[in-house]
């Protein structure tokens, strides 16, 4: 008995999918709840789970080919269809021929064993287990000479006799070799005044990473001190900088994509239709803010142990981010706000999408109801999101309601960017990487250069019925929270 397996609904305003990729073959035997394969909507890639366990009996969707919601996928039964196509697999399998065409192989063995049996014996430096069976041959004449390489040469190379000349070559050469033994003994000279090095000495230079050997001692008698073995690591140090500096540019790793030409996946096709449409159907501009983050960098710091121990969640700047602007949402909602025809829609939450990068494209999963979370909630939410989504265990509906965006493009280095908003949303914020720079802060005693923890943030919006001084005064909400730094009766745990 077939059942057949559908193209669920995978979210409310979902009505088709396109089939990227068959995890299973007609044949393969699937359990309850395994992923059959992977399907793209314009909300989110999935996986399809098996809702029967049983035999693929029939594959009816092609990969790439896309279909509505309710089509059937594939067919699933007993196995029964499939026990057909069974034994012609164990006929392919049928390996006993050639394991009985080896069988006689054994017997004929003795014959090359003797071929083995001499290359072993040239390899006697690098093999251990044949070595000994033949060395017990070569074991007596091996004492005999006082050189045993020579006579080791010239045993397995007794039978081609044009060889044997060839052999003392090597052999004149092997005392070369002993020479760098030779230098091993020369160890006599640091024992020499070994005696004179203090363990404490001996431990600095190990961990100055310098040579005692190279190092002459002012003390009594020629002893290295302790100032001597400062003074060489002193005179190498520049020597040691000037290596990583000229080691720091990595080599340029080459894209495999040089050179090809591949189609847009579906998702990549969705983000590029939305984007022009965006910026099409919207006048959109940018306002950037510069903001001191010192005191949020040290209340991280003194924090942040404490915060994983007890969350199990790294704290990262983009919670602070994330709580300050919806603070600020409420108090200016205009930035929270969407256009319907003629209409403004202010809605009774702060919906934040956060952008996530992944491997298939750039998506927004949403927190809800953010104004009612601390840095705890935001950091727990942030990481969740952020891990399904790149695992593409997201469901679509966690990627709508979204009414404002935070994209943290300081994640990859950016000094700032101007971020595109997607409708219906009205803004987005970006934030820049956080650096350490000069700047001029004042006190009681005046103006003073400090070096502070600073960075820009850059809100893009609709300049339809978002104005610049709505823009600024956000921006400067969000800009003074961070740098009084009062985030203590937030932290959430």
Avoid: C
């Avoid at 306002?287 to 010192?294: A, G």
């Avoid at 919670?319 to 809605?347: H, K, M, R, W």
């Amino acid at each position: 008995m077939s059942e057949s397996v559908n193209l669920p609904a995978l979210g409310e305003s979902v009505t088709e999918g396109t089939v990227t990729r068959w995890l299973k073959k007609v044949g393969d035997r699937v359990e309850v709840d395994e992923p059959l394969l992977e399907v793209s909507t314009d909300k989110v890639d999935t996986e399809i789970p098996s809702p029967v366990a049983g035999v693929i009996e029939a594959i009816l969707v092609a990969e790439d080919e896309t279909v509505e919601v309710g089509t059937a996928l594939v067919t699933i039964g007993d196995g029964s269809g499939a026990a057909a196509e069974a034994p012609a697999e164990p006929e392919p399998a049928a390996a006993p021929e050639p394991e009985a065409a080896a069988a006689p192989e054994p017997e004929p063995t003795p014959a090359p064993e003797p071929a083995p049996a001499a290359e072993p014996v040239a390899e006697v430096p690098s093999t251990d287990a044949p070595a000994p069976q033949e060395q017990a041959a070569a074991a007596p004449p091996a004492p005999a000479p006082a050189v045993d390489p020579a006579p080791a040469a010239e045993a397995p190379a007794a039978v081609p006799a044009a060889e044997a000349p060839a052999a003392p070559a090597p052999a004149a050469e092997a005392p070369a070799a002993p020479a760098p033994a030779a230098a091993a003994p020369a160890a006599p000279a640091p024992d020499a005044h070994a005696g004179y090095v203090t363990p404490l000495v001996r431990k600095l230079a190990n961990e100055r990473g310098i040579d005692l050997d190279a190092v002459s001692g002012t003390g009594v008698g020629g002893r290295i001190r302790k100032q001597d073995v400062l003074t060489a690591a002193t005179a190498s140090a520049p020597a040691a900088e000037a290596a990583p500096a000229a080691a720091a540019p990595a080599p340029v790793e080459v894209s495999a994509l040089r050179g090809t030409t591949v189609p847009m996946s579906r998702l990549r096709k969705v983000i590029a239709e939305r984007a022009v449409i965006s910026m099409q159907s919207s006048a959109q501009l940018t306002s950037v803010v510069e903001v001191d983050v010192t005191l949020v960098a040290q209340f991280r710091d003194k924090v942040k142990g404490d915060f994983h121990a007890k969350t199990g969640t790294k704290l990262s700047f983009l919670p602070f981010f994330a709580l300050t602007a919806a603070e600020a949402l409420q108090a200016y909602p205009i930035i929270n706000a969407t256009i319907e025809g003629d209409t403004i829609v202010y809605p009774a939450q702060e919906n934040i999408s956060i952008a996530v990068d992944t491997e298939r494209g750039l998506l927004t999963p949403v927190i809800r109801d953010a104004a009612t979370l601390d840095l705890a909630g935001f950091a727990q939410q942030i990481a969740d999101l952020a891990e399904r989504t790149r695992d593409n265990k997201l469901k679509p509906d966690e990627l709508a309601g979204g009414t404002f965006t935070l994209t943290n493009t300081g994640s990859r280095g950016a000094l700032f960017d101007t971020p595109i908003v997607f409708l219906p949303q009205s803004a987005i914020l970006g934030t820049g990487v956080v650096a350490k720079k000069p700047v001029v802060v004042s006190d009681a005693g005046g103006d003073a250069i400090a070096i502070r923890s600073m960075v820009y943030l850059a809100l893009s919006y609709d300049h339809r019925i978002v104005d610049g001084a709505d823009a600024a005064r956000f921006l400067v909400a969000v800009k003074n929270r961070l740098e009084g730094g009062d985030f203590a009766g937030k932290l959430g745990i």
